[in-house]
T-cell receptor, first 121, second 108 residues
């Protein structure tokens, strides 16, 4: 069964950093684009970032310059390095598999359970 | 940026009833890049529909999607107890990827 398991969330102070991980299994990880989507408490879904199978990266304006998405195909793992964190970054962060290798034109067909990141002093 | 507006915000219905959810785009989009997701309380979203009208693997045929241009609809023909959840539409044909604000389908 295709599975995505996020980790790395926690409590961090404003202007701090956090690194999220997403371990993938049961599919050829290197063939697919991967995304991060977040959901603030009681709110809707917000796309954060996508990395294509070839390593091209894309970011929402709200995180561009502060967050870095990366992948390690040898470990079947996706990462999100979050720096200069703000209170508005508080959310559950979901890892999602894209249905194809790229960024645009592919819906998200598998989602992880999410990891909570809380930014507060 | 494509803004997706979902209505109603909340739909109060009884099991067995028909649910009709709307997703309106701020400008015309290719229906190939319109998806729907279901999110139950405390769970991750799950893909329901893609290409506006194609059901994802394992999705019951009581779910159907339609629409084109700026207006899209998700219909649940007869609500089952497990269908009470929040539903989001998504456009993935241009950057940034965007989601609608969601429609909560609750038990009346």
């Amino acid at each position: 069964e295709v599975q995505l398991v996020e980790s790395g969330g926690g409590l961090v102070q404003p202007r701090g950093s956090l690194r999220l991980s997403c371990a993938a299994s049961a599919f050829t990880f290197s063939n697919y684009g991967m995304s991060w989507v977040r959901q603030a408490p009681g709110k809707g879904l917000e796309w954060v970032s996508t990395i294509s199978a070839t390593g091209l990266t894309y970011y929402a304006d709200s995180v561009n310059g502060r967050f870095t998405i990366s992948r390690d195909n040898s470990k079947n793992t996706l990462y999100l390095q979050m720096d200069s964190l703000r209170g508005e970054d508080t959310a559950v962060y979901y890892c999602a598999k894209c249905a194809g290798s790229g960024f645009l034109f592919y819906y998200m067909d598998v989602w992880g359970k999410g990891t909570m990141a809380t930014v507060s002093s | 940026e494509i803004v997706l507006t979902q209505s109603p915000g909340t739909l109060s219905l009884s099991p067995g009833e028909r649910a009709t959810l709307s997703c309106r785009a701020s400008r015309s989009v290719d229906s190939s890049y319109l998806a729907w997701y279901q999110q139950k309380r405390g769970q991750a979203p799950r893909l329901l529909m893609y290409g506006a009208s194609s059901r994802a693997t394992g999705i019951a045929d009581r779910f159907s999607g339609s629409g084109s241009g700026t207006d899209f609809t998700l219909t649940i023909s007869r609500l089952e107890p497990e269908d009470f959840a929040v539903y989001f539409c998504q456009h993935h044909g241009s950057s940034p990827l965007t989601f609608g604000g969601g429609t909560k389908v609750e038990i009346k």
